[in-house]
C-alpha cells in the first residue's frame, strides 16, 4: 500500500512528463496485482455496475487494493467470514451491527452468487466459519439473468443449499469486493438485499472504501462513526402526501367561501363535496395510522395533531349526516347545528400548519404565539394609560356644559365611554356620528389648553407607548421565530448527524478536486477553471483525505464555484460571500489551509453571529495577553540572571589579580561555531583580543600564574 502511495503520488504530479523508469515501475507493480484490478474494474456480472470505470489503472489498483486489506483478505480465494467482517468494520469504528448482522449478510451474498464447496460436499463432517482452510476451493458466479431471489428458492435443491451454504457463514473475498466497488445507483443490490440488509451494506462501503475520511470528520464534529457512516434516513411516506393535503386544503377553502355565498348556498350538490372531503380525511387517518403504528398515532410526538384530525373528520361526518336529515324535514335546530358544522370546517385549514414544507409560515406562527405574553402585558400598560387620560377627560370635559351643547357629552360621559374615545382618537378614527372630528370641536371650544393636552397625551400614547410596545413585540417575534426547532435531544442529534454528513461530503470535494489539481500541476489555473472536470467518485477519495494536502486561495476560489459544493454550503448555512472565506479561515496567514483548519473553519463560520462568538474572541485575546505578559517576565528574569552571572564572572576575574609584568601570552582561544567547542590557535590576536587581554584588573589579589590566561580563554561565556 505504502509502495502504491508513493508511486500514485509521482504518477500524480509528474503523469504528462512520465520518465521510462517511472512507467517502467508502474507496469511491474501493474503486473503483479493485475488480475485484482482486472476484477474490480469490471464487475463479471451483468448487473452490477462497477464504480472504478473512469479511473486510472493505478487509482482503481490503489482503492482495491486498500479495500483488501481493510478485509484482510491476501488472495482472491480467501474467504470471509461475517466474524472476520465485523471486526473488519468494528476496527474502523463502525460497531452498530451485531456478528448476526453480519452473517445474514454474508449469507445473503452467498446465495446471490451461487455459493459451492464442492470438496465439503463430499465430506460428512460439519465445518463452521472458523475452519476456513478446510472448505477447499469455492465455486460461484454471478448470476446473468436478473431473476429474483424468491424464484431461485423455489426449488427444493437450492432450499437445502441455502441451509448448508448458511451454516458455513461464508463468502469468497473477490465477490464481496466487487459487491463494495459497485456503483450506489444498481437497482439490483436493492432487489437482492432487501431494505435493512441495503442500510448494513451502504454503511460497511462507507466506512470500508472512506474510514479515514469518516473518522477524520468524526472527530471535528464530535458525532460517532456508528451514526456518521450509516446512510441517511429515507423520506418517510407521509412526506409524499403532504402536497396533496395542502391542495385538498386549498380546495376546502375555496368551496367554503362558495357555499357562503348566497347565490350557491342552496346548491344540492354541495354534500357530496362534503362527504368526498370527510373520506379524504378519514383515508389520512387510516394511512397515518397504518404507517406509524397505533401507539405512535395515538401517544406520538404529533398525537395532538392527529386528535385534531379525527375531530375534523367526525365533524365532517356529523355534517353529511345532518344535511342528510335536513333534506327531509325543515327543523330549525337542524338548521342551526348545520351551520355550525359548517362554522367547523374553517378549522380544516389550521392543518396547513402541521405540513413541513409550511415551514416558514409555522415559524411565523412559532413568534405570534411566543409573544402573546408580551401582548398582554402591552394592553395592560395602554389600558391603565388611557385609564388615567379618561378619568381627566372625564372629569374636565364630560362636566362642562359647552360639551353638551356641542353634543358631545355622550363621548365623555363616563370612564368606559371617554376610554373607547381616546383610542379612537389616538388609532385615527376620532370623529363622532356626523363625520366631524372631535378634536376639532374641542380645540374650537376649549382653546389652547386642550390642543396642548392632547398632543402631549398623543405623542405618549402614540410615539411612546405604541412604538416601545411594537419593538418589543418585533424583537420577542423575531428571536422565537429564529429559535432552532430541534428542542429535543434526539433532533439535536439528527441534526449534528445532518451537519457532520454535509461536512464529511464537502471535504471529500475538496480533496478531489485538490487531486485533480495535482494531475494538472503543470497547466494555467484559468485552463484548469474552464475545464470540465471528470473527478473520481468522491467515495475513493480517502487517500487525498490526510494531513498533508494544503489548500491554496486559487483552488479554493475554484472549487466552491461549483454547484454541487455551492449546494453543500447552502445546507451548512455559511455566508453568501464565500469568496473572501479563504482569508477568513487561514487565521495563521499561511496562504493555505489544511483539512482540519478548513473543516474548523467552516464549522465555526456557519449559522448567525451568537453572543457565543464574541466572548470567545475576547477570551482568547486575553489568553494571548496573558501568555505576553508571562513571555514578558520570563524575558526579564531571564535578563536579570544573565547580568547576575555576567557581575560573577567579572568578580571572579578580579578575584584572580592583576598581571604585573607581561608574559609572552599562550595560544589564543578562538572559538569556531557557537555554542560549539573552542579550538587552539596560533594566529596573532586581533585587535579586540590584544585589548582585551591588556585589560587592567581594578582589585589585584593574587599573584599572576602562568596558567590564568590559559583558564581565562577556557571560559566560554568570557570568551
Not at 430 to 438: F, L, M, P, R, T
Request: proline share 4%; with cysteine; glycine share 4%.
Amino acid at each position: 500500500v505504502d509502495k502504491l502511495a508513493s508511486m500514485k503520488s509521482t504518477a500524480s504530479k509528474r503523469s504528462r512528463r512520465q520518465q521510462p523508469s517511472e512507467r517502467s515501475a508502474i507496469s511491474e507493480f501493474t503486473e503483479i496485482d493485475e488480475d485484482v484490478y482486472l476484477s474490480s474494474a469490471a464487475c463479471a456480472s451483468p448487473q452490477l455496475l462497477s464504480g472504478l470505470k473512469g479511473m486510472s489503472p493505478i487509482e482503481a489498483l490503489k482503492v482495491s487494493q486498500r479495500l483488501r486489506v481493510r478485509l484482510g483478505a491476501i488472495t482472491s480465494t480467501k474467504l470471509v467470514s461475517g466474524q472476520s467482517l465485523h471486526d473488519a468494520v468494528a476496527a474502523l469504528g463502525l460497531t452498530r451491527f451485531t456478528v448476526e448482522d453480519m452473517n445474514d449478510f454474508v449469507n445473503t451474498v452467498a446465495e446471490f452468487i451461487n455459493l459451492e464447496f464442492p470438496e465439503v460436499e463430499q465430506k460428512s463432517f460439519d465445518l463452521t466459519e472458523r475452519d476456513l482452510s478446510k472448505f477447499g476451493t469455492p465455486v460461484w458466479q454471478w448470476p446473468q439473468k436478473p431473476t429474483s431471489l424468491r424464484k431461485s428458492l423455489q426449488s427444493a435443491a437450492a432450499v437445502n443449499a441455502f441451509i448448508q451454504r448458511k451454516a458455513f457463514n461464508v463468502v469468497p473475498a473477490q465477490a464481496l469486493m466487487e459487491l463494495f466497488l459497485a456503483e450506489d445507483a444498481s437497482s439490483v443490490i436493492h432487489k437482492r438485499l432487501g431494505p435493512r440488509l441495503l442500510t448494513q451494506f451502504q454503511a460497511m462501503k462507507e466506512i470500508l472504501l472512506a474510514g479515514d475520511t469518516n473518522r477524520l470528520v468524526a472527530e471535528l464534529t464530535f458525532v460517532r462513526i456508528n451514526d456518521l457512516a450509516a446512510p441517511p434516513e429515507p423520506t418517510h411516506p407521509l412526506m409524499y402526501i403532504e402536497p396533496f393535503v395542502g391542495l385538498l386544503i386549498l380546495c376546502n377553502g375555496i368551496m367554503i367561501g362558495f357555499q357562503t355565498d348566497p347565490l350557491f348556498e342552496d346548491w344540492s350538490g354541495w354534500v357530496w363535496f362534503e362527504l368526498s372531503f370527510a373520506a379524504i380525511l378519514i383515508l389520512e387517518i387510516v394511512l397515518r395510522m397504518h404507517l406509524l403504528r397505533c401507539r405512535a398515532y395515538w401517544c406520538g410526538e404529533e398525537r395532538v395533531w392527529n386528535w385534531f384530525d379525527v375531530f375534523l373528520a367526525s365533524t365532517g361526518v356529523t355534517d353529511f349526516v345532518i344535511q342528510m336529515v335536513t333534506q327531509e324535514s325543515s327543523d330549525m335546530f337542524g338548521t342551526s347545528l348545520l351551520r355550525f358544522c359548517r362554522l367547523i370546517r374553517l378549522a380544516r385549514i389550521v392543518k396547513v400548519f402541521r405540513l413541513k414544507f409550511m415551514r416558514d409560515l409555522r415559524l411565523m406562527v412559532k413568534g405570534w404565539i411566543a409573544g402573546i405574553r408580551t401582548l398582554a402585558l402591552a394592553f395592560t400598560l395602554l389600558f391603565a394609560v388611557l385609564y388615567v387620560l379618561s378619568g381627566f377627560a372625564t372629569m374636565s370635559i364630560g362636566a362642562s356644559e359647552r360639551t353638551v351643547e356641542v353634543g358631545l357629552q355622550r363621548y365623555f360621559d363616563n370612564i368606559p365611554s371617554a376610554m373607547f374615545t381616546a383610542f379612537r382618537c389616538f388609532t385615527g378614527e376620532c370623529v363622532d356620528h356626523s363625520g366631524q372630528s372631535i378634536t376639532s370641536i374641542l380645540a374650537e371650544e376649549f382653546g389652547v389648553l386642550f390642543v396642548l393636552s392632547f398632543v402631549a397625551s398623543y405623542m405618549l400614547v402614540t410615539m411612546g407607548i405604541f412604538n416601545v410596545i411594537l419593538a418589543v413585540y418585533v424583537d420577542i417575534t423575531m428571536k422565537a421565530a429564529k429559535e432552532n426547532e430541534a428542542i429535543t435531544a434526539e433532533q439535536y442529534s439528527r441534526e449534528s448527524i445532518r451537519i457532520a454528513r454535509t461536512t464529511r461530503e464537502l471535504l471529500k470535494k475538496f480533496a478531489a478536486a485538490h487531486r485533480e489539481f495535482m494531475l494538472m500541476e503543470g497547466c494555467d489555473l484559468a485552463d484548469i477553471n474552464n475545464k470540465n472536470f471528470k473527478p473520481m467518485p468522491a467515495l475513493f477519495t480517502d487517500d487525498d483525505v490526510h494531513e498533508q494536502i494544503e489548500i491554496s486561495k486559487e483552488l479554493f476560489l475554484v472549487v466552491i464555484q461549483d454547484r454541487s459544493v455551492q449546494a453543500l454550503m447552502d445546507d451548512l448555512d455559511l455566508p453568501p460571500d464565500r469568496a473572501n472565506l479563504f482569508e477568513v479561515i487561514d487565521a495563521d496567514g499561511s496562504g493555505t489551509l489544511a483539512i482540519t483548519e478548513l473543516v474548523q473553519g467552516l464549522l465555526k463560520i456557519r449559522g448567525d453571529i451568537s453572543k457565543s462568538d464574541t466572548v470567545a474572541a475576547l477570551l482568547a485575546t486575553k489568553a494571548v495577553q496573558r501568555i505576553v505578559e508571562e513571555m514578558k517576565e520570563q524575558t526579564l528574569d531571564d535578563l536579570s540572571g544573565f547580568r547576575a552571572e555576567v557581575a560573577y564572572k567579572f568578580e571572579e576575574l578580579h578575584s584572580r589579580g592583576q598581571m604585573e609584568e607581561v608574559v609572552p601570552p599562550p595560544p589564543y582561544c578562538m572559538k569556531t561555531d557557537f555554542p560549539g567547542s573552542l579550538q587552539v590557535s596560533s594566529q596573532r590576536p586581533t585587535m579586540l583580543q590584544e585589548e582585551y587581554l591588556e585589560m587592567p584588573i581594578l582589585s589585584p589579589r593574587s599573584p599572576r600564574s602562568p596558567g590564568s590566561l590559559g583558564t581565562l580563554c577556557s571560559d566560554h561565556s568570557l570568551q
